[in-house]
């Protein structure tokens, strides 16, 4: 039986790319027997429900909650929105979120303080406001979208590599508070996934990149990185490392980070 069966699992940034293929690869794991329940969050409503027809899940099993993650004081509401239909939450995919293409020189500030809102805030408070009703159901697993750029930090991505840091040492304190009270933490560091990504990451002065990346274009099919995400979160991984050989750099970081720093002041375009 697998590890999804009865469960609630939510997933933020479900419009589009990786937080989509999570909720088709979850929805696959579901059997009459065996249902699993989906809560799908992003700001795209239409996008959502498009989501949700393409589960094929029973419409009383899919619930469609937009949110904006910088919307922080809806949070509370949300979550006892989620807790009043399905009762509990197993799983929450904390998933959302945007990127960046801009050098230091010349992004204004308002783009970082966009950047840490998004992917670090809006992940710290929807984690904040769920973190009760897990505590008290003595369960339950947080599933954060970080970066191999959360692991080192490279060209015209500053505030995007530091709102994924940002996770890994927030996720990591985290994971050790709530080790006893039977809380798991996957902190999930993707390569180059084939999505959306890199149009709608912010330029300096805030407004959309609007190009697709050719790494980003060549990379791993979300539906492919979903898979192994899943086979990682029923393992109860920490953190897994998912995509092409752009995921090494996470070893050279670690064991040769000279030769890492060279590879990136060397690397030409975004
Ligand atoms: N693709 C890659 O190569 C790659 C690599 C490393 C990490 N990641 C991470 O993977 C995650 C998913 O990105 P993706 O690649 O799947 O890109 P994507 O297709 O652009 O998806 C981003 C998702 O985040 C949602 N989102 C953005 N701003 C939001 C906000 N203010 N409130 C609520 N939801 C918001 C978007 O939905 P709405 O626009 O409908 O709100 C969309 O569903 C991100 O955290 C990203 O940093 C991706």
């Known amino acids: 039986m697998s590890v999804l069966a009865h469960k609630i699992v939510w997933i933020t940034g479900a419009s589009s790319g990786i937080g989509e293929a999570i909720a088709l690869e979850v929805s696959r794991m579901a ?18 429900e498009r989501v949700a027809r393409q589960t094929g899940l029973p419409a009383t099993d899919v619930l469609v909650l937009p949110v904006d993650v910088t919307a922080f004081d809806q949070f509370p509401a949300l979550v006892e929105r989620v807790r ?3 009762g509990r939450i197993d799983f929450l995919y ?35 406001a769920v973190l009760p009703i897990m505590l008290a159901q003595g369960s339950g697993h ?8 959360g692991k080192l930090g490279t060209k015209y991505r500053s505030g995007y590599c530091a709102s994924k840091h940002a996770l890994h040492g927030f996720f990591d304190a985290l ?18 996934i084939r ?8 330029n300096a002065t805030g407004h959309l990149h609007g190009k697709m990346d050719t790494n980003q274009q060549e990379g ?3 539906d492919v990185f979903a898979r192994r995400l899943l086979k990682a979160v029923a393992r109860q991984k920490e953190e897994v490392y998912i995509g092409g050989r ?14 890492l720093s060279r590879i990136v002041r060397n690397r030409e375009g975004p």
Not at 97 to 120: A, K
Not at 181 to 192: F, M
Not at 195 to 202: F, G, K, R
């Open 31 to 48: 059997r009459p027997d065996h249902p699993v329940k989906l809560v799908l969050s992003a700001r795209r409503t239409d996008e959502l």
């Open 84 to 86: 009043q239909h399905f």
């Open 94 to 128: 904390l998933n959302a979120g945007i990127s960046q293409r801009s050098t230091v020189v010349d992004t204004d500030l308002s783009v970082y303080q966009r950047l840490m809102d998004v992917n670090f805030f809006g992940t710290i408070a929807l984690t904040k």
């Open 142 to 149: 947080l599933v954060v979208t970080s970066s191999v750029a």
């Open 175 to 192: 994971r050790a508070e709530v080790h006893r009270a039977g809380l798991h933490i996957t902190l999930v560091c993707p390569g180059y």
């Open 195 to 202: 999505t959306p990504l890199s149009l709608q990451a912010l």
């Open 220 to 222: 791993m099919a979300p």
């Open 246 to 259: 752009e995921t090494v750099g996470i070893y050279l970081k670690r064991f040769l980070p000279g030769l």
